[in-house]
């Protein structure tokens, strides 16, 4: 599931290449903590707007398995 609309500054709850650009733009080096406490945030998102099969999905490809 890819999306023709996405662009650098928007995200789709459904699109599976955003989920993981949204959860990706969480990450800091600085403040590990609060990036995965927003990370978490964002997957919840995702999971409520778009579904749990798009939330595992998004999952699958951070840890690299799809």
């Known amino acids: 599931m890819t ?5 650098l500054s928007t995200y789709y709850a459904d699109c ?5 650009r ?3 733009s969480a990450e800091s080096k600085a403040a590990p903590a609060l ?3 927003l ?6 998102f995702i999971e409520r707007r778009a579904g749990q099969d ?8 951070l840890r690299g398995e799809a």
């Open 39 to 44: 990370a978490r945030g964002h997957l919840l």
């Open 3 to 7: 999306c023709d609309r996405c662009t």
């Open 54 to 61: 798009v939330r595992k999905a998004v999952g699958a490809k």
């Open 22 to 24: 949204l959860v990706r």
């Open 35 to 37: 990036a995965r406490e």
């Open 16 to 20: 599976v290449a955003c989920g993981v």
